[in-house]
């Protein structure tokens, strides 16, 4: 009894390296068609959320650095 995994390798076997690359570049075309793609204002969104939240991240990073800094610098006689 064959496994599904040799089927495949059998049957990738029969057909020609030109015809794999055609498939795989027809099963991925099939597959973009079924991507659902979004409007120019949902980009714009969530753009600006994803700048929003790196500036917030940024900040809050920078504030935390510079305390500990403050806070660590006497006790490290630095």
């Known amino acids: 009894m064959r496994t599904i995994a040799q089927e495949r390798r059998a049957g990738a076997a029969r057909t020609g390296a030109a015809a794999r690359v055609k498939g795989f570049f027809r099963d991925a075309w ?24 790196v500036v917030v991240v940024g900040v809050f990073i920078f504030v935390w650095s510079r305390l500990l800094e403050i806070i660590l610098r006497p006790l490290l006689g630095a």
């Open 30 to 53: 099939l597959e973009l068609q079924k991507v659902i793609w979004p409007s120019r204002e949902e980009v714009a969104r969530m753009t600006a959320l994803v700048i929003a939240v």
